[in-house]
């Protein structure tokens, strides 16, 4: 059965990692990118030189209107979105009482809002073919918190909820909605962090050392298939027992 799949943020990091995980089980691949276009046509090149189908499209996901052209395009080359993975994020830390609305309306919007025009897009055509997975990358700072991360770990907290509450929506209509939290994972994202911040965080992590894209694709991969078909409303944590 062919499954087109369509992964938010699929340019970089952990999209891309999720982006060559599916294409390599068969799944046709939309890879959804902000404005790396020159990384979101390399994660393309990979995948068809692997023998995959996949095509790059650029769509602020926060934006309604590119949303839904998003949608369509992807739809017109690849058949309707059966698999979506909604990965795409944003940090923008600072303690509370420096935070101003614009750091925490940009992460609400690129973390929270691109959730829910995500899914609402994708809803339509996976309730005409009765099947369908919703899976959604949130982060450990979404259960545990994390100083300095208050819009983050709101918006992560909120993919949760929502994610529990659309599963309860369209679980009898043969849609599965979870989420993926990751710990501390090498991506660009954590490299702003710096070394000495890395390392703080490792003497935490109960398996020694940060995690790999690799290994949060892993889990949005079975979470994808077959195999997980009795799974809903579920956050698979992949944190190296940094949150235990
Ligand atoms: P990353 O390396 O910074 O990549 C972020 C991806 O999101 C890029 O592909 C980027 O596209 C895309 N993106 C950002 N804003 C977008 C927008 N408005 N519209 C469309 N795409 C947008 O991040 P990452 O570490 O792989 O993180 C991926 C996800 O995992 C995020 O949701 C993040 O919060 C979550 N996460 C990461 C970690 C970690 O340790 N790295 C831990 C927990 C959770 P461009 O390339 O075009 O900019």
Not at 50 to 58: C, L, M, V
Request: aromatic share 4%; charged share 15%; proline share 2%.
């Amino acid at each position: 059965m062919i499954r087109p799949v369509l992964v938010t943020g699929g340019s970089r990091g952990i999209g891309r990692a999720i982006a060559v995980e599916l294409a390599a089980s068969g799944h046709p691949v939309a890879v959804n990118f902000a404005s790396s276009a020159a990384a979101a046509a390399d994660v393309v090149d990979t995948i068809t030189a692997a023998g995959g189908e996949a095509r790059a499209y650029q769509a602020d996901v926060s934006d309604q209107d590119a949303v839904a052209g998003l949608f369509e395009s992807a739809a017109a080359d690849l058949g309707p979105v059966q698999v979506l993975v909604n990965n795409a994020g944003i940090t923008r830390d600072d303690l509370l009482l420096r935070m101003g609305p614009e750091k925490w309306d940009a992460v609400i919007n690129t973390n929270l809002r691109s959730v829910y025009l995500c899914t609402k897009a994708a809803l339509r055509g996976m309730l005409r073919a009765k099947w369908g997975r919703i899976i959604s990358v949130s982060s450990v700072s979404g259960i545990s918190g994390n100083a300095g991360q208050a819009n983050y770990a709101a918006s992560k907290a909120g993919v949760i909820g929502f994610t529990k509450s659309v599963a309860r929506e369209v679980g009898s209509r043969g849609i599965t909605a979870n989420v993926v939290a990751p710990g501390f994972i090498e991506t660009d994202m954590t490299a702003a962090l710096g070394n000495e911040a890395a390392d703080a965080v490792v003497e935490r992590i109960t398996l020694g050392r940060l995690g790999s894209p690799q290994e949060v694709a892993s889990a949005v991969g079975y979470l994808a298939s077959e195999q997980a078909s009795y799974i809903t409303g579920q956050t698979i944590v992949v944190d190296g027992g940094l949150a235990l």
